[in-house]
């Protein structure tokens, strides 16, 4: 997929940019595979903003997705690739041998009609999945399991990819899209390939009201704010933030302050964190 630029028609249209979308099938989504979203615009079940700046946007359903991919040994033909409203990577629409179909994340250079499958037996090829036992060592792979039979937590969003880089007794070393180095059992499923949009993030929104569209509402910064309702407010005209570092609504440190539990459990899987030399 290519980036789309528009003539500067208007204000808003200067500078914007979409995804190409003429690559994707012009079909209406499966309907067994859609279940209805319901909006909470950030709010707890007492009615409390928790998490702030959400609601509005356009509506959407949800596309059920098979992480898992725990049909096995039983080829699929991909039928169609979609646009999903829910995330930034395409998704495929794939139909097994005995009927049934199933939504997955769909691998970069997948096209309609590729035949794939799941399993030990499986070939290395776009779109199939297998455990990370079973792969090669330098496989570049995403939709990757964090506990074996969950389902992948890891490298679903567009144009990611992590690389296998060593297996040993019962584990498998990823090299993860933040430069993480991370083990993992090697009974976890992944598929090969990367994630489709890989230029999702060279879109330029343009305008705020396709933010609006997200369900995403304005940020006001504290420093225009008064002191009452913001630790960075007050003062006349433009003035610093009066302490040793930028602060949260709620006083607690903003930028660079480290918030992961020192003991964490899965502290002794991880052999090189990212940004690390």
Known sequence: MAIKFYKPTTPGRRGMSVVDYSGLSKVKPEKS???????????????????????GGNRKKYRIIDFKRNKLDMDATVLTLEYDPNRTSFIALVEYEDGEKRYIIAPDKLEVGNVI???AGSDIKIGNAMKLADMPLGTVVHNVELYPGKGGQLVRSAGNSAQLMAKENSMALLRLPSGELRNVSAKCMATIGTVSNPDHGNVNLGKAGRVRHMGIKPTVRGSVMNPCDHPHGGGEGKS??????PVTPWGKPALGYKTRKTNKSSDKFIVKRRGKK
């Open 117 to 119: 499958r799941a399993g």
């Open 33 to 55: 595979l859609l279940t209805p979203v319901k909006k909470h615009s950030g709010r707890s079940a007492g009615g409390e903003i928790t998490v702030r700046h959400k609601g």
């Open 240 to 245: 610093p933030v009066g302490r040793p570092g």
